[in-house]
């Protein structure tokens, strides 16, 4: 991970300083780094050996990620950021836009080394983050969006990209292809595991744990799991629906919302469903071999239902 | 030319007719096509052979390109681009925005079938695309840009990704060093021409034929080589720069500065600066056998800076 990091810290230095500056703001504020630490530990399960090409890859799923936040807090005007103010509100929309493009770039540059199935597996699972926004925004502040249609935003969002880290570093780590496939599938369902927590943590997370704004799911309209089983609730979901399409909310209503949602089966609901998807990603696991890297990615995925308040 | 026309719109399918709706917008509403057509010329010109790699490779040019007219229309507010209303306009910020995302993602998957050099060359180019534009916004309501500066601006922007165009064509096409680099020399050269000539229309142009609004360099305080000559003018210069440092200006101070503009030697200056580039494109030329195809670069060349009201 250390060579990870040095590798997406030269790979934003640029001759504008500032456009490297606002790199340097979302990605040196830290995150989880889960895309780039699946994909090492897909690779080091299935026997790869260290080597420039997976921690190109590593470092390319960040660069991806960090330009789809960036672009992300100017679409839903999110505030914090792993735990810093958002690049656009430090920046303005103007520089923060161009700053995600050029984290694109330089993530397509790393991939250069890279065969061609390769360039098809990122860019799948960076064109389903795409869509997967576009079916998201239009489904903003409609209260009645489907559990599958939820899981199919999450998927999209978050899970298709973490199985692409998992699939995309076994197979240059050689693996079978029976392996490739089994730390893929580990790889979706870890993703869909973290991102339903994530949106339990947008309505139950301790905001200095969080590193970003709480309630923001709700205050944008956005069709989350929790949200949704909160709303389907008896007594208290028709109440949640009415706030939930408002286009203004003010702080006591959001404040309120979530205290409502708190009295639902939601919250449960939702880890529960998270927790689903964790034995799946365990479940995955059994074929590949043992070792301290498989170890490592079955605890991620315990760690990764675990975060709570 | 109209194979690449069909792998930009194969390109742009995805799941989200949305997301497809919004490139086709972008992408069908025409466009001069210089970048791919630079590219299949230049591969032609050295000997090339029709093949899927110098397709994808020009489609992918044309994707960026789009890209990154989406982006700037949100960060420029412009309203009207090639023609059509501007994406952000009849789609919102938040889908133009991710459908830009969407073409950068689609033009790296283009790129699968490319060697590292290449890549390298097309991510170059788009780094310098990101760069220019933080220098140009840096420079933003900035009255005494020099010319060096306003130079540096429009190679970073336009003349960096058509001399890759013609680079990336000659060098798939199998030319010689010497070839890929006078092609490239003439790829630059061709893209500074073009981009003043650009800006010269800006104040100048016909807006039916121009297909994008008039005077929006000046109504955005953008500093273009027509604009910082006019500035410099000894009668005007003094009331040009004060109107346009305004961040608010009213329709009849744009026409009135436009105007004035006009009365200064602002527009012959700047065309003869892209005709100076022209000559140098033309002289790059020089060492590149005789063909049709190096005809129409050097006709392109003509076309480039003939373009007047």
Chains 1, 2 share one sequence.
């Not at 330009?67 to 792993?82: P, Q, S, V, Y």
């Not at 493009?101 to 360039?119: A, I, M, N, P, Y």
Request: charge should be negative.
């Amino acid at each position: 991970m250390e060579q990870v990091e040095a590798r997406i810290r030269s790979s934003i230095d640029c001759e504008e300083n500032l456009l490297t500056d606002i790199c340097r703001h979302v990605i040196g504020a830290g995150g989880k780094r889960i895309r780039p630490g699946v994909a090492l530990l897909s690779n080091k399960a299935v026997g790869g050996k260290n080597g420039d090409d997976i921690i190109n890859m590593a470092a390319s799923f960040e660069l991806i990620h960090s330009a789809t936040l960036i672009h992300d807090d100017i679409n839903d005007l999110g505030e914090i950021r792993r735990g810093r103010e958002a690049a656009y509100k430090k920046y303005g929309v103007q520089k923060a836009l161009i700053a995600g493009d050029f984290l694109f770039v330089r993530s397509f540059r790393l991939g250069g080394t890279w065969d061609s199935r390769v360039v098809q597996m990122v860019a799948d699972a960076a064109t389903a983050i795409a869509e997967s926004e576009i079916v998201q925004s239009s489904h903003e502040f409609d209260p009645s969006v489907s559990q599958e249609v939820c899981e199919k935003i999450i998927e999209g969002k978050t899970a298709k990209i973490i199985e692409a880290a998992a699939m995309v570093g076994s197979y240059l780590g050689k693996g079978s292809d029976d392996q490739v496939q089994k730390l893929a599938a580990y790889g979706l369902n870890l993703g869909m595991a973290f991102q339903i927590v994530d949106d339990i943590l947008d309505i139950d997370g301790n905001v200095s744990q969080l590193g970003k704004s709480k309630g923001v799911d709700f205050i944008d309209g956005k069709p989350t799991l929790p949200l949704m089983f909160a709303i389907e609730d008896p007594q208290f979901g028709g109440k949640l629906a009415k706030m939930f399409v408002k286009r203004e909310k003010t702080k006591q209503e959001v404040e309120e919302a979530l205290r409502l949602v708190q009295k639902t089966e939601a919250v449960n609901r939702s880890y529960k469903i998270a927790e689903d998807y964790k034995s799946k990603a365990l479940q995955n696991l059994e074929g590949i071999p043992d070792s301290v890297f498989k170890e490592s990615l079955s605890q991620l995925a315990e760690m990764v239902v675990s975060r709570r308040k």
